[in-house]
């Protein structure tokens, strides 16, 4: 086909989809109850955006490569939400680190002795640093799953590693 019937607006390159959270092949979408509601209030507001979007046919060009960015973004949210296992954490054994868990961690050695840390274990799509909350496929995570209160664990923090104790578990 000759380049004299393409539009120049046509022969960019094709949009860029976000891809969601890294969750492992084979591994089970854990949730909180309110993970679950925040993909839900997400979903709804992607649907109102492409809803307005739709209706806009100022710019036909960008109006298409907006729809398809989010018409992906909406199908990888629908996969993640049908995928989702909710897990209650009031039926998490309270001795014990599981899924929905804050753990507070001390500092024993290797690192700043004493220095404390609080997170909560959460799913990929609910993880946020900021707001202390951890995925539960992460490495810190995965370390102290299934430990109780006084007890130690060694965490590899990229070179070095850091022994700590669990302090205290508590579900929220």
């Known amino acids: 086909m000759s380049r004299a019937f393409v539009k120049e607006d046509d022969a960019g390159q094709p949009p860029i989809i976000p891809p969601r959270a890294a969750l492992p092949a084979g591994v ?3 949730v909180t109850p309110q ?3 925040q993909l839900r209030q997400e979903l709804s507001g992607l649907e109102a955006a492409r809803a307005k979007t739709e209706a806009n046919h100022e710019d036909e060009a960008n109006r298409t490569r907006e729809l398809t960015v989010m018409n992906g973004r909406i199908s990888a949210l629908a996969d993640r939400i049908a995928s989702a296992k909710v897990v209650d954490v009031r039926q998490q054994p309270n001795d014990e680190v599981r899924f929905g868990a804050t753990v507070t961690l001390r500092t024993q050695s ?15 799509d609910e993880a ?4 202390g909350k951890i995925a539960f496929v992460a490495p810190i995570a995965k370390a ?29």
């Open 28 to 30: 089970t979408n854990y």
């Open 35 to 37: 993970g679950l509601e």
């Open 128 to 131: 946020s640093i900021a707001e």
């Open 110 to 124: 290797g690192g700043k002795s004493g220095a404390h840390r609080t997170f909560t274990i959460v799913g990929v």
């Open 144 to 172: 102290v799953v299934g430990r109780a209160v006084g007890e130690a664990v060694t965490l590899r923090l990229g070179r070095s590693e850091e022994v700590v104790e669990v302090v205290s578990i508590k579900y929220l």
